[in-house]
């Protein structure tokens, strides 16, 4: 067995990191792609291994040298034409090594699991093709298999069908091709196609000629949960360094990324804090069926959103500020506060990250369940010059939960004693007794110095469309916050989503019981882990001390490297820092089910 590495092409979207180098010199994570791949290659017992080159040829045999002297036998075949042709000459310049040995043949941009060779070399049959199932990040050729795994069809990119994706494997670019296929199929199909059609084409297209008049021989091996990435710009560079680090690195990258997470499909995010039962599917139709014209036309301004919002939540529109998520309201709300604000730690700390550090009054809840009733708040700030309480409730990452009557209180001891109180209700359709813990009511508006927030991404399951209220029946607050967010802030898709809600909110009273249930289920099943200690929650999440065999640190890279779980470590919270508290969110159950099954290994 013999491997060929196509090696000869430019890498022009990489910019920067193929200015002197060609792409598989390019490194991931302090490792050239083309070092890990011989050094895979190296364990295999290999006859040769030989690369193509091209663009910068000279730099990357410098690069090599003589390292593999002894372990892999490395020589070069030149594309001096790099530049004007595409893989399919790179390949026929070295067909007639093809038809000497059976042959691993592997694009240069690649990156991959240590498993795949072994897995491509121990299958059965001769002449294979590793394939992944296709996910959205995927480009380039596809496959369709039948029930036996026979490549039936090659999917260039211009006949690629989105109503297909379904039946779409991407090929992963690692083939196994038997002497004998090489020889009487593989290379005549080779010579006759590039002799037709030219060299800047693709060696896929082969195969494709070749499934379609005659049956090809060809198995595609799905990789599975194997990682692999293909690297064609910077964008797929910083996927592919996520992925494949490791330890506490892995955990900086996914958690500095601040969302985008569906680029890793694979990723069962914890931190992720929705409802799993809303919107309906019917919701989603409506939403796709009215895409073209929200995609193609501009959003209503704040007058109408605010109206819309309004509708929804039943008040006035006069009280109400639409945002691009709560995220932009809360920066312009603590923009417009004065004096000093009380805050309840531990926190979302959105809120005081927008303060100096001089003007927070901080009050912690320190006890073994981070709890505290409206009773502790009014004790602790009596003597407190502040000008604004801050209350989070349910309070993230504790899930404490403060009912109406306490909450009524509270707005009363501020109003007596001059406090505006800012309320974050983003997590109330999660408590139980949901419909009556809102304080989203012009009555009750407007008798007190209260602002109301709400995250409508969190409760109401749209965090891609970036939407949240503030409302309040100080006008002049009001006013000021909408000169200045911009006049559109919001997008077509978040105007419309609002737009269509109210038929839908039956099903969100539906989902938000559904998931108090399967919350009070999940609940029970952690509760059975014996290193953790769950804290009662009334939120989407339950926060958790991990009491012994891990650090809250070191169970949040297990369950990420091990299982592709990802939690919260609240270690970053300024108040629990070594206190090994994790927070973890409510799914659904088959994903619920998932991580306990993981943390029942783990405890193992």
């Given at each position: ?23 598989c ?27 193509v ?89 596809m ?6 795994n026979?490549?039936v ?8 069908d ?9 090929t ?16 005549p ?42 690297i ?7 996927i ?83 945002g ?15 004096g ?36 502790d ?115 077509s ?112």
């Amino acid at each position: 067995m013999q491997a060929i590495i196509l090696a000869a092409g430019m890498g022009r979207r990489l910019g920067a990191y193929t200015k002197e180098n060609t792409k598989c010199m390019v490194s991931v994570n302090g490792v050239r792609l083309i070092d890990r791949v011989l050094g895979q290659l190296s364990r295999l017992g290999l006859s040769r291994v030989t690369i193509v080159v091209g663009y910068k040829g000279d730099s990357l045999k410098a690069h090599i040298g003589g390292r593999y002297d002894g372990v892999l036998r490395i020589e070069y075949v030149e594309n001096p034409v790099y530049d004007r042709t595409n893989n399919i000459y790179s390949l026929f310049l070295v067909r007639k090594r093809m038809e000497e040995e059976d042959t691993l043949l592997i694009e240069s941009d690649l990156i991959f699991s240590d498993n795949l060779f072994p897995m491509i070399m121990d299958a059965p049959s001769p002449n294979v093709a590793l394939v992944a199932r296709y996910e959205s990040w995927m480009d380039g050729t596809m496959v369709k298999i039948d029930a036996e795994n026979n490549i039936v069809n090659f999917i260039p990119k211009k006949a690629f069908d989105y109503a297909d994706v379904g039946e779409y494997y991407k090929t992963v670019n690692i083939y196994k091709f038997s002497k004998e296929f090489s020889k009487t199929r593989y290379v005549p199909f080779l010579e006759a196609y590039s002799k037709a059609l030219g060299d800047n084409e693709y060696y896929e297209q082969v195969l494709r000629v070749i499934t379609h008049i005659d049956n090809a021989d060809l198995k595609a091996l799905p990789v599975g949960g194997e990682k692999w990435y293909e690297i064609d710009d910077v964008q797929d560079l910083d996927i592919a360094e996520t992925l494949f680090a490791e330890g506490g690195e892995m955990f900086r990258r996914y958690n500095c990324r601040y969302g985008g997470h569906w680029r890793f499909p694979k990723l069962l995010d914890y931190c992720y804090l929705v409802n799993p039962y809303f919107p309906p599917q019917r919701m989603k139709d409506e939403l796709k069926a009215n895409f073209d014209i929200l995609l193609t036309e501009y959003p209503s301004g704040m007058l109408v959103n605010s109206m819309i919002a309004a509708k929804n939540f039943g008040i006035s529109q006069d009280y109400v500020v639409v945002g691009n998520g709560a995220a932009e309201l809360i920066k312009s709300l603590m923009e417009q506060l004065h004096g000093r604000v009380g805050v309840i730690y531990p926190t979302f700390e959105e809120y005081p990250n927008r303060l100096a550090k001089e003007r927070i009054v901080q009050y912690i809840a320190d006890n073994d369940t981070l709890s505290y009733d409206a009773d502790d708040l009014m004790a602790f700030f009596g003597d407190k010059e502040i000008g604004t309480l801050l209350l989070i409730n349910p309070d993230n990452p504790s899930g404490n939960f403060i009912d109406m009557d306490g909450v009524l209180r509270l707005a009363d001891w501020c109003d007596g004693n001059g406090i505006t109180f800012v309320v974050d209700e983003s997590f109330v359709d999660f408590s139980e007794g949901f419909e009556h813990n809102s304080l989203l009511h012009d009555e009750i508006l407007e008798v007190h110095r209260l602002v109301v927030m709400k995250s409508i991404s969190k409760s109401f399951g749209v965090p891609g469309l970036r939407l949240g209220i503030l409302a309040c029946a100080d006008r002049q607050l009001i006013c000021r916050m909408r000169k200045d967010v911009s006049i559109w802030n919001i997008n077509s898709f978040a105007e419309f989503y609002m737009q269509i809600y109210g038929k839908y909110a039956a099903d969100y009273t539906a989902a938000c019981h559904r998931f108090i249930s399967e919350r009070e289920r999940f609940g029970g099943l952690l509760r059975q882990i014996t290193f953790l200690r769950v804290l009662p929650s009334q939120a989407n999440y339950f926060c958790c001390e991990v009491t012994d065999r891990y650090t809250s640190a070191e169970l949040a890279m297990r369950l990420l490297e091990g299982y592709d779980i990802m939690i919260k470590d609240c270690g970053s919270k300024s108040t629990l820092k070594d206190r090994n508290y994790i927070r973890m969110s409510v799914r659904d159950t088959k994903d619920n089910d998932v991580l306990i099954a993981a943390l029942r290994e783990l405890e193992r």
